[in-house]
């Protein structure tokens, strides 16, 4: 910021610089930012609204099937962020699905409530077969934008990118940052006061809503999205697209899809190489790379005594003015 100097140097009305606690036009606020959030913010603070935890980014996963080396990968970037500073939260979002995809709409939707309760500023959801960088997060984050994807880049190519692509327009990698008419929806960031526009539910019910609906729904509030083609992600599996299979196929992977997901042990190991001796309580006993700590363990605690506690003690400044009216009555 300017110094006062510096602003009448510049032609500035001495009267509009606020320089101090008593001038007619400063108003008191005490919004705690972390020396971290304050870093981050820099520039944006000018126009930055206030918010409790200013980047701070709820990762709603939408199931638990996860694709080898995709658990392992999230979890490090999640790491990643804390040892920076960043206020982070990570919830799988239970798949209820029996036909596929047939409960993808409400999962969407439980995790877009979840990230408005917990007051997060940002939501990022992301699929089982994303494959992410240490960075993806912090890189779409930079642009402050409300609606950025990362560039998807298809590892399997089940289908060719002339036939089915991944975007609206078609994108390059590493060229910028470009807005599109829809786009694979396999990882999202929002910041999430674009839910007050389209509301929580924007996701539809059951097989909920696809690629162009939720673009088309987003623009329709001035929204927009951009997809970051020099954040690039792989990902380990196609877009699904159930209307390019034969019917035969179709109930052939309903089948399998069905079985693996009630009865497969999920794929949670650690990075290649990991040695659990050397972790330090990273790895759990049944294999799992657990370096956030083993939720398991915290969501299973016992109910605590709920017996009524003694009411808190009073702090100074009570106990002075309590004081001060014993004294007064004594002396009457």
């Known amino acids: 910021m300017p110094t006062k100097a510096q602003l009448l140097d510049l032609g500035a009305d001495e009267r509009n610089i606020i320089d101090r606690e008593t001038h007619p036009a400063f108003s008191e606020s005490s919004v705690p930012l972390t020396s971290h959030e304050i870093k981050w913010l820099g520039a944006k603070g000018l126009y930055h609204l206030c918010h409790l935890r200013p980047m701070s980014v709820f990762v709603a996963v939408i199931g638990n099937m996860w694709v080898e080396h995709g658990h392992h990968r999230l979890q490090d970037m999640l790491v990643s962020m804390e040892t920076k500073g960043y206020t982070v939260a990570i919830e799988e979002i239970k798949d209820g699905c029996v036909l596929p995809m047939d409960h993808m709409g409400q999962m969407r939707t439980e995790a877009t409530y979840l990230a408005l309760d917990s007051g997060a500023e940002w939501l990022f959801m992301v699929e089982n077969d994303v494959l992410l960088e240490l960075d993806t997060l912090e890189r779409l984050m930079a642009w402050d934008f409300p609606v950025v994807f990362p560039y998807i880049n298809d590892l399997e190519q089940r289908y060719s990118t002339d036939v089915l692509p991944l975007s609206g327009p078609r994108l390059k990698p590493r060229t910028g940052l470009y807005p599109v008419l829809w786009a694979v929806n396999s990882a999202m960031l929002f910041n999430t006061r674009v839910f007050n526009a389209v509301?929580?539910?924007?996701?539809?019910?059951?097989?909920?809503?696809?690629?162009?609906?939720?673009?088309?729904?987003?623009?329709?509030v001035g929204h927009r999205i951009y997809v970051d083609t020099n954040t690039v992600v792989d990902v380990a599996r196609s877009p699904t697209r159930h209307r390019a299979w034969t019917w035969d196929e179709l109930w052939d992977h309903t089948r399998k899809s069905f079985d693996k997901s009630r009865n497969e042990e999920r794929d949670r190991r650690p990075p290649p190489g990991m040695d659990p001796a050397f972790t330090n309580g990273q790895i759990a006993p049944s294999g799992a790379?657990?370096?956030?700590?083993?939720?398991?363990t915290r969501s299973h605690q016992p109910f605590t005594d709920r017996t009524p506690q003694a009411a808190p003690s009073l702090n100074r400044a009570e106990r002075r003015r309590l004081k001060r009216a014993e004294n007064h009555a004594n002396s009457d």
């Open 199 to 220: 509301g929580p539910d924007v996701w539809g019910d059951h097989y909920g809503i696809n690629e162009y609906q939720l673009a088309q729904k987003l623009n329709h």
């Open 289 to 296: 790379y657990v370096p956030l700590g083993r939720s398991l």
